[in-house]
């Protein structure tokens, strides 16, 4: 996904921005997927879709984060996108985002849904193709850092953060 467009039109504004982080989570599993195990609750049913499905949740009960399904239909595994560079929008984007610097503005998985305006009630368990927000071919990037994820406590050290230049 990395190098790849996503799109958004919610709340009537078109952003268009290039995919330059994300974390894989690799399901049933993987201790740091909410599907491990085949943990199951109503806050975390959309992982568990068809590929190209949205899985929106909120972290630390104040950011929302968003993810596409990528494994199986019933297997959990998803890509949480962590950060982006916007190529289109950025005055919404800076509004949205209240005046912080720019180089903070969507440099984080709760950063970018804000930016984005993505919530639960927007995407949660939507398909990813015909929803307010799509994901479309970009270009690859120019480099490509492979890293353990960050921000979790298991599996800290699985090299599963993509971080691309664009």
């Known amino acids: 996904m990395i190098g790849a467009i996503v ?7 078109v952003i268009r921005a290039r995919i330059v982080e994300t974390e894989a989570y690799l399901g049933l599993d993987d201790p740091a997927s909410h599907a491990y195990r085949g943990r199951r ?9 068809a590929p190209a499905t949205w899985y929106v949740y909120r972290s630390y009960g104040i950011h929302w984060c968003a993810n ?10 998803a890509v949480l996108l962590r950060a982006v560079a916007v190529e289109v929008g950025l005055d919404v984007v800076r509004a949205r985002r209240g ?3 720019d180089r903070q503005l ?3 998985p709760g950063k970018l849904c804000q930016a984005l305006a993505i ?3 927007a995407l949660d368990g939507r398909p990813m193709a015909g929803s307010l927000v799509e994901i479309g071919i970009g270009s690859p990037p120019g480099q490509l850092t492979i890293t353990p994820r960050i921000g979790i406590s298991k ?6 953060r993509f971080v691309g230049s664009v």
Do not use: C, F, K
């Not at 799109?7 to 504004?13: H, L, N």
């Open 99 to 101: 005046g912080v610097p």
């Open 68 to 77: 596409l399904v990528t494994g199986p239909d019933g297997h959990g595994a």
């Open 119 to 121: 919530d639960r009630e």
């Open 106 to 108: 969507v440099n984080g």
């Open 7 to 13: 799109s958004s039109r919610i709340g009537g504004a």
């Open 41 to 49: 609750h109503a806050g975390n049913l959309s992982i568990y879709s």
């Open 155 to 160: 599996a800290v050290d699985w090299p599963l």
